[in-house]
């Protein structure tokens, strides 16, 4: 799959998924920026904090794998559509499917925009649930 892929994200997933840190950490810019719209707070700049998020999932995801599903290129932009899954230390299932816009000069990410998130497979909220509780918090269903 690699192979008819861009080649940064081609690097990021070949070293997502073998596990090596280093490698990892090297697709990104010194000055690296990441925004995370839907949580602000998560926003962050510069490759320690992503040595850091990527420490952590290798330690409690040990066997995490990384698959660009779709992506596309708009100049230096690349729009990729991610799923990340794997088995947490406690047995439980790692699962995230998203969006991530990455500003990339040089073979390396100078910027993304990240939209991935967990997965809810509890299946238990429709469309009209889900869409009733971000309007009408206050009103049971």
């Not at 990410?109 to 939209?115: E, K, L, N, Q």
């Amino acid at each position: 799959m690699t192979a008819d892929m861009h080649p940064f994200l081609a690097k990021l997933v070949q070293a997502t998924n073998a596990h090596d840190l280093d490698a990892l950490v090297d697709c990104f810019d010194t000055s690296y920026r990441n925004e995370t719209p839907a949580h602000p707070g998560r926003a962050f700049q510069g490759r320690e904090q992503v040595l850091a998020n990527w420490r952590q999932i290798f330690t409690f995801v040990p066997d995490v794998h990384a698959s660009v599903l779709r992506w596309a290129a708009d100049g230096c932009d690349l729009w990729s559509e991610w799923e990340m899954s794997g088995s947490r230390l406690d047995g439980t299932r790692h699962l995230m499917r998203g969006v991530i816009v990455f500003g990339v000069q040089d073979g390396r990410a100078t910027s993304a925009r990240f939209y991935l998130e967990p997965v809810d497979e509890t299946g238990t909220a429709s469309a009209d649930d889900a869409v009733r509780a971000e309007v009408h918090a206050d009103t049971p269903s």
